[in-house]
């Protein structure tokens, strides 16, 4: 399984930008497909995007045109570039390593998680 680090988070205005990464400490990124999940207090946890092994992405209903999700195979870097960002935003985001994204990405997919990453987005 893959062992997972993210990276990039931060305290960003309303409006600003952040770009994620996710990495594997084993080197093994490239084969699997990575999926960016989010969660706030109190909340359930939430879809963000998928991205394939040979770089096709899916995102969530909460993306809005506002995230896109890239990878550097050769650099074993998965990445989230996040828009227009919005207090709702704010949220722990998750890297998740599965074989294939499937239509909903649902986290059952995803076996391995990183330890998530801190986005806070004040108003």
């Known amino acids: 399984q893959a062992r997972l680090v993210e990276s990039g988070g931060g305290l960003v205005q309303s409006g600003g930008s952040l770009r994620l990464s996710c990495e594997d400490r084993?080197?093994?990124?490239?084969?699997?497909?990575i999926a960016w999940f989010r969660q706030a207090p109190g909340r359930e946890r939430e879809r963000v995007s998928c991205?394939?092994?040979?770089?096709?992405?899916i995102y969530g209903e909460i993306v809005n045109g506002r995230f896109t999700t890239s990878r550097d195979n050769a650099k074993d870097l998965v990445y989230l570039q996040m828009n227009s960002l919005k207090p709702e935003d704010t949220a722990v985001y998750f890297c998740?390593?599965?074989?294939?994204?499937?239509?909903?990405?649902?986290?059952?997919?995803?076996?391995?998680w990183g330890q998530g990453t801190q986005v806070t987005v004040s108003a």
């Open positions: 998740a390593a599965g074989q294939r994204c499937y239509t909903d990405f649902g986290p059952e997919h995803f076996p391995s």
């Open positions: 084993l080197s093994m990124l490239g084969s699997y497909s």
């Open positions: 991205i394939s092994r040979d770089g096709r992405p």
